[in-house]
C-alpha cells in the first residue's frame, strides 16, 4: 500500500532477532544478516513513537525513506475516533534519524495541541 495512501505503523515490518548472550558464534551469524538501511528506518521511526508517546489506542503511524546520506520521515498523529489527523514530512540527516523522529513529534504534537485549544 503506498504510504500516500496509509502510513504504516512505526518499524511495521522490521524483523528482530533476540540471541542469548556469550553465543558469539551465532551473534557473528546473526550480524550477517544487519541491514543498515532498516536499522536507520527504525532509529527514525520508534524516535517518532518515543517522542510521541504513542499507544495501540491512537491513530499513529510513520514511514522513513533513506536517500543515501538523507532521510525523509513522513509522521501521523491522531486522536482515538480519527477526527483530528496529522501528517507532517520533515527531512535529516541519516546518522541522526532518532533525534529526526524526536523532532517530528514535537512538531506533530504542538500542533496536535492547537486543535485541543
Known amino acids: 500500500i503506498p504510504k500516500d495512501i496509509m502510513i504504516p505503523a512505526p518499524a511495521q515490518g522490521a524483523l528482530a532477532i533476540e540471541i542469548r548472550e556469550n553465543s558469539k558464534d551465532i551473534e557473528e551469524i546473526i550480524n550477517s544478516l544487519k541491514d543498515i538501511e532498516t536499522e536507520i528506518q527504525v532509529a ?9 508517546n504513542g499507544s495501540c489506542h491512537i491513530p499513529i503511524g510513520a514511514y522513513c525513506d533513506v536517500d543515501g546520506e538523507n532521510i525523509s520521515l513522513t509522521g501521523l498523529y ?22 529526526i523522529g524526536l523532532q517530528l513529534a514535537k512538531l506533530i504534537s504542538k500542533e496536535y495541541e492547537c486543535y485541543e485549544g
Do not use: C, M, Q, V
Open 78 to 99: 491522531g486522536d482515538e475516533d480519527g477526527n483530528n489527523l496529522i501528517t507532517k514530512t520533515i527531512n535529516g540527516k541519516a546518522s541522526e534519524a532518532r533525534e
Open 44 to 52: 527514525a521511526e520508534r524516535g517518532f513513537l518515543d517522542g510521541i
